[in-house]
């Protein structure tokens, strides 16, 4: 699934102009984007939680030459389902 499926989802449900939920679609995504760069946690009940982590600093490997990278420390969107989502069948 893309966002334009989820853009047309938007309009069959609720019947709204294409363009009005292209910016609902558009507005949420950048919310949440907003608040993950903020540090934030994102909760949505029923369906999980997003959160940023640290990321290790460690050694990895190129694999077309086998030379040895850094792999300098970061930060991550972790994602964790809520019962829900994990009871899908």
């Known amino acids: 699934m893309i966002k334009l499926d989820i853009i047309n989802e938007v309009v069959n449900r609720t019947g709204i102009t294409k ?26 009940r029923g369906f999980g939680i997003f959160n940023v982590r640290p990321r290790k600093t460690g050694i990895g490997r190129n694999p077309r030459t086998g030379a040895e990278v850094a792999i300098p420390p970061g ?7 809520g019962k829900e ?5």
């Open 85 to 89: 989502l994990q009871t899908l069948q």
């Open 19 to 44: 363009t009005k939920a292209e910016m609902a679609v558009e507005t949420v995504f950048e919310t949440m984007k907003k608040a993950l760069s903020e540090g934030d946690r994102i909760e949505l």
């Open 75 to 81: 930060k991550a969107v972790r994602f964790k389902p």
